[in-house]
T-cell receptor, first 110, second 111 residues
Framework: EDKVVQSPLSLVVHEGDTVTLNCSYEVTNFRSLLWYKQEKKAPTFLFMLTSSGIEKKSGRLSSILDKKELFSILNITATQTGDSAIYLCAVSLNTFSARFGAGTRLTVKP | NAGVTQTPKFQVLKTGQSMTLQCAQDMNHNSMYWYRQDPGMGLRLIYYSASEGTTDKGEVPNGYNVSRLNKREFSLRLESAAPSQTSVYFC??????????FGPGTRLLVL
C-alpha cells in the first residue's frame, strides 16, 4: 500500500526560528513529490521535486528530495506569523493521482 | 479567471439525506479530483476523472458517486449521507503538469 508520512504532525515555534518539516514515502511508482501550503482554505502549490539532491528555493522556503532514502524536507528560515499553516506533502503516483500525507500544522507565535 | 469553484461552501444534512457537491474549473484542465480532508488524515482521494467521460475510484469511494458532466464540471453525490461523511470536501483540477489546483472547499456536517 502506498504511504506518505509527515512529521511532526504539529509544531509551535516563535518568529525568527528555523523549522524543518519531514516527509517520507513508500510508494510503488514515484513520479514526483509536491509540497503544498494550506492556510484557511484551499491548499496552494509550493514546490515540485523530481530529482535527488537538487534544492528548490523560494524566498525563505527551500526543499530537497532524497530518492535513495525516500524522503523530502521542507525548510523555513526566519519564520513569520504568516507562515502559520498546514504543510502538505504529496507523492504523484502516475499521470492522474497523488497520495497525500496527513500534513504538519505549523504555528508561529509572535 | 476564477480557477476552481465549489458550491455550496457549507451544508448540514440529516442522516439519510442526499446531496450533490458541485465543482467547476475554467483552466481547461483534463483531470479533476474529489478529496475529503479529516483531522489527522490529510487529503484522501474519493474519485477522480482523468478526462471528460471517464471516472475512477480513489482511496475512499464508498458512499459516493461522481459525474463528469463536461470538461469544466465534476460533481460529487452522496446518495444517503452518514455521520462518517462529515468532512471538508475539496475539488481539484490538474493540467499537463503535476500541480493540482484546489477549490475553496465545502464543509459538510451530517447529523
Amino acid at each position: 500500500e502506498d504511504k506518505v508520512v509527515q512529521s511532526p504532525l504539529s509544531l509551535v515555534v516563535h518568529e525568527g526560528d528555523t523549522v524543518t518539516l519531514n516527509c517520507s514515502y513508500e510508494v510503488t511508482n514515484f513520479r514526483s513529490l509536491l509540497w503544498y501550503k494550506q492556510e484557511k482554505k484551499a491548499p496552494t502549490f509550493l514546490f515540485m521535486l523530481t530529482s535527488s539532491g537538487i534544492e528548490k528555493k523560494s524566498g525563505r522556503l527551500s526543499s530537497i528530495l532524497d530518492k535513495k532514502e525516500l524522503f523530502s524536507i521542507l525548510n523555513i528560515t526566519a519564520t513569520q506569523t504568516g507562515d502559520s499553516a498546514i504543510y502538505l506533502c504529496a507523492v504523484s503516483l502516475n499521470t492522474f493521482s497523488a497520495r497525500f500525507g496527513a500534513g504538519t500544522r505549523l504555528t508561529v507565535k509572535p | 479567471n476564477a480557477g476552481v469553484t465549489q458550491t455550496p461552501k457549507f451544508q448540514v444534512l440529516k442522516t439519510g439525506q442526499s446531496m450533490t457537491l458541485q465543482c467547476a474549473q475554467d483552466m481547461n484542465h483534463n483531470s479533476m479530483y474529489w478529496y475529503r480532508q479529516d483531522p489527522g488524515m490529510g487529503l484522501r482521494l474519493i474519485y477522480y476523472s482523468a478526462s471528460e467521460g471517464t471516472t475512477d475510484k480513489g482511496e475512499v469511494p464508498n458512499g459516493y458517486n461522481v459525474s463528469r458532466l463536461n470538461k469544466r464540471e465534476f460533481s460529487l453525490r452522496l446518495e444517503s449521507a452518514a455521520p462518517s461523511q462529515t468532512s471538508v470536501y475539496f475539488c481539484a483540477s490538474r493540467g499537463a503538469g503535476e500541480t493540482q489546483y484546489f477549490g475553496p472547499g465545502t464543509r459538510l456536517l451530517v447529523l
